[in-house]
């Protein structure tokens, strides 16, 4: 663990950097190390892209931890988060999880003070990241609220390196559900979408022993990138309490839970069209005081003073009368073809529905690939099942779209076959990566 001060004339903890994030157990715990000391005001942490400054700018003096953020170009950012963000973030995750979801999905938040939705957590995904800060953060917080003499995590903490699937997850799950019960707490953790797919829709033995194991959490957070509908449904008929995330680096993680705002954040869509949709604002205590430059500046975008405080988003949204939003795609994702406006997530989302494709194509992510005639051109990449001829990608995709109800225009001229879609992060699409490939075939 490396301690850097920040100079005299600047007053404050001073800032840990763990050492490279490498998945084995000595470095997860060395994060979640950094991440206590953080949370006991003794130190700031350090996650960003490049070194800490020698002096941190003017408004952000507070920032207790700070972590990468990247758009959909994939370019780096540094958001700098303050310790009060965190906790509210904590804190209204915990009371949420206390009141549990109705039937109907809604949520009715404890009181505030609620200590029963603080729990044990199994954490699955890399601390580099703010989803998985978070939640070591959140064991953390458990044991400050409960008065426990260590974070309510595993012991010892799981080796995440290697392939995950539903072997691995036993492996890890087993041990923490049984510390977890012998601490008399509720067992949470989280996951990505293509984690909770591999356990639902898994076929064989051991995939079915994940589920059983899957059931017995209290919670299994589900976000970063969106979810298909049949794996939710597919959980949520299997009787595992999955709940819908939505978030990011700029609100100190998950802010919406199962398409509704944590408590005290507010929800709203920026100069909607006839349809409700527009740019979706968000106003809450859990945001992040700025952005920090590599050259040690302080960077605003998208922030407004309030109070409340706000941001906004990159994403196009919709708030349904009830509250319950709709995240559509990011803004500028659009694809331009012909004069006409395209989301890919439209497209994305009719592969991913397709009758006719549900045994051929795993995944698949839309680009507009710069075209002379039309502006961009539509064309899609494709993860396949097995014994499929990649060379009819293209036939296999436009043909079926063509029975749906997405407009001609919509449907993708060509399609690649790859054999992994690019990701980034803690699995998103990295759009950027994508487009690249599709552009080199």
């Known amino acids: 663990m490396t301690r850097s001060d920040t100079g005299a004339e600047e007053a404050g903890p001073p800032w840990l950097v763990p050492p490279r994030y490498d998945a084995s157990a000595a470095s997860l715990a060395a994060h979640s190390a950094a991440i206590g000391e953080m949370l006991a005001g003794r130190a700031r942490l350090w996650l960003g892209p490049f070194a800490p400054p020698a002096r941190l700018p003017a408004g952000l003096e507070d920032a207790a931890l700070v972590v990468p953020t990247s758009g959909s170009t994939g370019n780096a950012k540094a958001v ?69 003499s260590s974070a309510a995590l595993p012991d010892p903490l799981g080796d995440l390196r290697g392939h995950f699937d539903a072997a691995a997850f036993a492996r890890l799950a087993e041990p923490a559900l049984d510390q977890a019960a012998r601490a008399g707490l509720p067992a949470l953790t989280s996951l ?78 920026d100069r909607p069209d006839p ?14 005081l700025g952005y920090l430059t590599a050259d040690g500046d302080r960077d605003d975008s998208g922030f407004s003073p309030g109070p409340p405080r706000a941001v906004l988003t990159s994403d196009l949204a919709e708030l349904s ?21 395209v989301l890919p997530q439209d497209v994305e989302r009719a592969i ?21 005639e039309w502006g961009q051109r539509i064309e899609a990449l494709v993860t396949l099942e097995e014994g499929l001829d990649p060379a009819e990608a293209t036939s296999l995709v436009r043909s079926a779209l063509r029975t749906s109800e997405l407009p001609a225009h919509m449907i993708p001229k060509r399609v690649h076959a790859v054999p992994e879609l690019p990701l ?18």
């Open 192 to 269: 990505v979408p293509t984690q909770l797919t591999r356990i639902v829709t898994g076929s064989t033995g051991a995939d079915a022993r994940a589920r059983s194991l899957l059931r017995r959490f209290a919670a299994v957070l589900v976000g970063g990138a969106a979810t298909a509908p049949d794996v939710l449904a597919r959980a949520r008929a299997q009787r595992i309490a999955v709940r819908t995330t939505y978030g990011s680096s700029e609100t100190a993680g998950g802010c919406v839970y199962d398409r509704r705002p944590l408590p005290g954040v507010a929800l709203e869509i």
């Open 321 to 341: 009368a009830d509250g319950h939003l709709t995240v559509l795609g990011r803004a500028d994702d659009v694809i331009t073809t012909g004069g006409r406006k």
């Open 352 to 372: 991913d529905r397709s009758l006719m494709l549900r045994d051929m194509v795993r995944a698949a992510v839309v680009v507009g690939v710069p075209d002379p």
């Open 80 to 148: 700098a988060l303050g310790l009060d963000a965190l906790l509210a973030s904590q804190d209204a995750t915990a009371r949420l999880l206390a009141a549990g979801p109705d039937l109907d999905g809604s949520v009715a938040p404890g009181p505030a003070g609620d200590a029963r939705g603080h729990g044990f957590w199994l954490p699955l995904l890399p601390p580099t990241h703010i989803a998985g800060v978070q939640v070591l953060a959140r064991a953390h917080r458990t044991a400050q609220v409960l008065g426990l």
């Open 424 to 441: 980034r992060g803690i699995g998103k699409i990295d759009r950027a990566a994508a487009l690249r490939l599709a552009v080199g075939r």
């Open 275 to 288: 349809d409700g949709a527009g740019r979706l604002r968000i106003l809450s205590p859990t945001l992040a």
